[in-house]
C-alpha cells in the first residue's frame, strides 16, 4: 500500500505545493486587502451587474469580515483553485494510465484495482483537502494584522464543510478518470461542469440549483453562526461514497 | 498444488465487440517447461497472455495459474506471476531501481537483489530516471522485473523485441536458469530463431486458435518440407508435378513446394522444370510457420 501511495504522490507533489501557494497568496493577498475593500463595499455594491453576487456584497455590509473572509477562502479561492487541482490532478488517476499506456503495467501486479483507486483517491483527497484546512489556519494568525479576528471552531468548521464540498468533486472526478481514456478529456468535462454550475448561480430564477448555492456566503454565515449544515454536508459524503463506489465496481470490469 | 500445470488454458475464448481473437484455446504449461507462442499480428498471443494477468477476462473456458483460477482468484494467480507486457510505456519519472521496487514490491517472493543484479548484468543504469533510457533499456527493465518476481511462472510479451543480440543472449540464458530451477515460462514471440534456442515446445496460434503445438524438430517432421524455387519462366499451379502429399504455395516464378519425400526423389520429379534457383526449407520453426500461415493466407 505504501508503494502504491508514494509512486502517486511524487507524481503529485510540484502540483500540490503550487496550489497551495497559490491558495495562500490569494488568502493573504485578500486579507491584506479587506481594509480598502470595507470602505468601498457601498459603491461596489452599485456596481456588481448580479443579483446573485450582490447579495454577497450586502452580507458584507451588514456582517463585515467573516462573510468577507467566507467569500475569498472558500466560496472563491478554495472552490476555484480546488476544482482545477481537482480537474488537473485527480483527473489522471486512472485515465492518465490508460493515456500513458500505463495500465496494463500497473494492473498486472498483484494488487486489487480497488485497492490501487482507494490509496489514490485517499491521496489525492489529502493533498486537496491539507491545504484547505492548512490556508484557513494561517489565516485565523494573519486576521489580526488587518484588526479583525477569526473564531477557530467556526473557520475550521468552515473548512470542514469546504472540504466535504471538495470531496464530492473529487469523488466525480475520480469516476470520470475511471471512464475516460484520456486525462484531458475527463479533466476539461470537470472544469466544464463547474463552470456551467457556476454560469447557472449567476442566473436569477436558477441559481438555487447550482452547486455553488450549497457553499454562498449565506451557507458560511450559518455557520459562523454555529449552525453547521449537516444534512447537506452528509449528502456531500454520501454522494461522493456513491461515485466512488461506482467507480470502483467500473474499473473493476474494465478492460485495457 | 504442485502436482497442477503451472498454467492451464482451457477452451479459452474472447471476443473485442464483434471480433472474436481467441476460439477455444487450449494450452497446458508444466513446472519448468519453456513455452513459445508464436503467430502473426492479431493472432491472439497478446490476448491470450492478458487473460492470465487479469487485464482482461475471457468470454468463455477457463485459466488456471497453479491450480488457481486466473478469473475468480486473479489476485492470487497474478502473485504467481512475474508478466512482462510487451508495452514499455512506464513511469518515466522513476528511475530504474525504484520502478524495478515498485513493480516488485506486491510479490511475496519477490527479490530486488535478483531484479538488480539483473539490470546491471544487462547494462541498465539504476540510478537513471526510465524517461531517459531507450526502447531497448526499457524492454530490460520489464524483463527484470518479472524474473525478480519470484513467482513460479513467467510470462512474457514479445520479450526479444527491441534487444541487441547480446542483450538476447542473457536473457535466454535467464529463462534457461530459471525453468532449470522449476520456473514456467510462456512468452509470445516473432523471433523464431530465439523460439527454437530456447523452447521446450512452441504453439502456433493463427485467429485465435492453436493450430499446431509441440517441440520445434516434431512440428517440423510433422509439417513436412519445403523447397523454395525461383524459375527462370513463370508457371501457372496446373503445370507443376505433383504427388500425394505435395503442396505449391506461390505464384510466377516464385513457389514453394510442400512435401514428405527425401529431396533427391523430389529433384528428380521436378527436374523438367526451368529452375533458376532452389533452396532446402531444412525443417526449421520459420518453414513451419510458412506452410501454416502461407496456407492460411490462401
Given at each position: ?5 508514494r509512486?502517486?504522490?511524487r507524481g503529485?507533489f510540484w502540483?500540490v505545493?503550487g496550489?497551495f ?6 488568502m493573504v493577498?485578500a ?9 468601498n463595499?457601498?459603491a461596489l455594491a452599485?456596481l456588481i451587474p448580479?443579483?446573485s453576487?450582490q447579495d454577497l456584497?450586502t452580507?458584507?455590509?451588514q456582517s463585515g469580515?467573516?462573510p468577507?473572509?467566507?467569500?475569498q477562502?472558500w466560496f472563491k479561492?478554495?472552490?476555484l483553485?480546488?476544482v482545477?487541482a ?8 486512472i485515465a492518465?494510465?490508460?493515456?500513458q ?11 486489487s ?5 482507494r490509496v489514490?483517491?485517499a491521496v489525492?483527497?489529502l493533498?486537496?483537502?491539507l491545504?484547505v ?5 494561517s489565516?485565523?494568525w494573519i ?6 479576528r477569526?473564531?477557530?471552531k467556526?473557520?475550521?468548521?468552515a473548512s ?6 471538495l470531496?464530492?468533486?473529487?469523488a466525480?472526478t475520480?469516476l ?9 478529456r ?7 461542469l ?13 441559481d438555487?440549483?447550482s452547486l455553488f448555492?450549497?457553499i454562498?456566503?449565506w451557507?458560511?454565515?450559518k455557520i ?5 449544515p449537516?444534512?447537506?454536508a452528509?449528502?456531500?459524503l454520501?454522494?461522493?461514497a456513491g ?5 470502483e465496481t467500473l474499473l ?5 | 498444488?504442485d ?6 488454458f482451457d477452451?479459452v475464448s474472447?471476443a473485442?465487440g464483434?471480433?472474436q481473437v481467441?476460439r477455444g484455446v487450449?494450452?497446458?504449461i508444466e513446472?519448468?517447461?519453456i ?7 492479431g493472432?491472439g498471443k497478446?490476448?491470450l497472455?492478458?487473460s492470465?494477468?487479469?487485464i482482461?477476462?475471457?468470454d468463455?473456458?477457463?485459466v488456471r ?5 486466473a478469473v ?10 512475474g508478466?512482462?507486457?510487451s508495452?514499455?510505456a512506464?513511469?518515466?519519472?522513476m ?6 521496487g515498485?513493480a516488485?514490491a ?5 527479490s530486488l537483489a535478483?531484479?538488480?543484479a ?5 547494462g ?9 533510457l531507450?526502447h531497448?533499456m526499457k524492454r530490460k ?7 525478480a518476481?519470484?513467482g513460479p511462472?513467467i510470462?512474457l510479451?514479445?520479450p526479444t523485441e ?7 543472449r542473457l536473457?535466454e ?6 525453468a ?9 514471440s516473432h523471433?523464431?530463431?530465439?523460439v527454437e534456442r ?6 502456433f496460434l ?6 499446431r503445438s509441440?517441440?520445434a ?8 518440407r ?5 524459375l ?17 504455395q ?16 523430389v529433384?528428380a520429379?521436378?527436374?523438367g ?6 533452396r532446402?526449407?531444412g ?16
Amino acid at each position: 500500500m505504501i508503494a502504491l501511495a508514494r509512486q502517486y504522490a511524487r507524481g503529485l507533489f510540484w502540483f500540490v505545493c503550487g496550489y497551495f501557494i497559490l491558495l495562500e497568496a490569494a488568502m493573504v493577498a485578500a486579507i491584506f486587502y479587506w481594509p480598502k475593500f470595507r470602505d468601498n463595499t457601498p459603491a461596489l455594491a452599485k456596481l456588481i451587474p448580479f443579483q446573485s453576487l450582490q447579495d454577497l456584497l450586502t452580507a458584507v455590509q451588514q456582517s463585515g469580515y467573516w462573510p468577507y473572509f467566507a467569500i475569498q477562502q472558500w466560496f472563491k479561492g478554495c472552490s476555484l483553485f480546488g476544482v482545477a487541482a481537482i480537474a488537473f490532478m485527480g483527473s489522471g488517476i486512472i485515465a492518465r494510465e490508460a493515456d500513458q499506456r500505463t495500465a496494463e503495467f500497473l494492473f498486472s501486479r498483484p494488487v486489487s484495482r480497488r485497492r490501487v483507486l482507494r490509496v489514490r483517491t485517499a491521496v489525492l483527497a489529502l493533498a486537496i483537502l491539507l491545504p484547505v484546512y492548512l490556508s484557513s489556519i494561517s489565516a485565523i494568525w494573519i486576521s489580526p494584522a488587518v484588526g479583525e479576528r477569526l473564531p477557530w471552531k467556526a473557520t475550521l468548521m468552515a473548512s470542514s464543510y469546504m472540504a466535504c464540498f471538495l470531496l464530492m468533486l473529487i469523488a466525480a472526478t475520480v469516476l470520470l478518470s475511471v471512464l475516460s481514456t484520456h486525462q484531458l478529456r475527463a479533466g476539461m468535462l470537470v472544469v466544464g461542469l463547474v463552470l456551467l454550475s457556476f454560469a447557472q448561480y449567476l442566473i436569477q430564477g436558477i441559481d438555487q440549483w447550482s452547486l455553488f448555492a450549497t457553499i454562498d456566503v449565506w451557507t458560511f454565515m450559518k455557520i459562523g453562526a454555529g449552525q453547521f449544515p449537516w444534512f447537506r454536508a452528509g449528502c456531500f459524503l454520501a454522494a461522493a461514497a456513491g461515485m466512488l463506489t461506482l467507480a470502483e465496481t467500473l474499473l473493476e470490469r474494465r478492460t485495457w | 498444488m504442485d502436482a497442477e500445470p503451472a498454467v492451464f488454458f482451457d477452451q479459452v475464448s474472447h471476443a473485442y465487440g464483434s471480433q472474436q481473437v481467441l476460439r477455444g484455446v487450449s494450452l497446458k504449461i508444466e513446472r519448468g517447461e519453456i513455452v513459445g507462442l508464436i503467430g502473426p499480428n492479431g493472432a491472439g498471443k497478446s490476448t491470450l497472455l492478458r487473460s492470465l494477468v487479469g487485464i482482461l477476462r475471457p468470454d468463455a473456458g477457463s485459466v488456471r495459474v497453479c491450480g488457481i483460477d486466473a478469473v475468480r482468484d486473479s489476485l492470487a494467480a497474478r502473485q504467481q506471476i512475474g508478466y512482462a507486457p510487451s508495452e514499455t510505456a512506464l513511469y518515466h519519472q522513476m528511475t530504474s531501481e525504484e520502478l524495478l521496487g515498485f513493480a516488485i514490491a506486491f510479490h511475496p517472493k519477490a527479490s530486488l537483489a535478483v531484479g538488480l543484479a539483473l539490470l546491471e548484468e544487462l547494462g541498465v543504469p539504476r540510478d537513471r530516471r526510465v524517461g531517459k533510457l531507450s526502447h531497448g533499456m526499457k524492454r530490460k527493465i520489464v524483463l527484470a522485473q518479472a524474473v525478480a518476481s519470484g513467482g513460479p511462472v513467467i510470462v512474457l510479451d514479445e520479450p526479444t523485441e527491441a534487444l541487441d543480440p547480446e542483450a538476447r543472449r542473457l536473457v535466454e540464458s535467464h529463462l534457461r536458469q530459471e525453468a532449470d530451477g522449476g520456473r514456467a515460462v510462456l512468452f509470445s514471440s516473432h523471433d523464431l530463431t530465439s523460439v527454437e534456442r530456447l523452447c521446450h515446445r512452441a504453439a502456433f496460434l493463427c485467429r485465435g486458435e492453436i493450430v499446431r503445438s509441440g517441440a520445434a524438430a516434431e512440428l517440423a517432421a510433422e509439417t513436412g518440407r519445403l523447397l523454395h524455387l525461383e524459375l527462370r519462366s513463370p508457371l501457372q499451379e496446373e503445370q507443376l508435378p505433383t504427388r500425394t502429399g505435395w503442396n505449391w504455395q506461390g505464384q510466377a516464378v516464385r513457389w514453394t513446394l510442400q512435401h514428405n519425400d527425401a529431396v533427391e526423389e523430389v529433384l528428380a520429379v521436378i527436374a523438367g522444370l526451368p529452375i533458376a534457383g532452389i533452396r532446402d526449407g531444412g525443417g526449421s520453426l520459420e518453414e513451419v510457420f510458412d506452410a501454416l500461415y502461407g496456407a492460411a493466407a490462401e
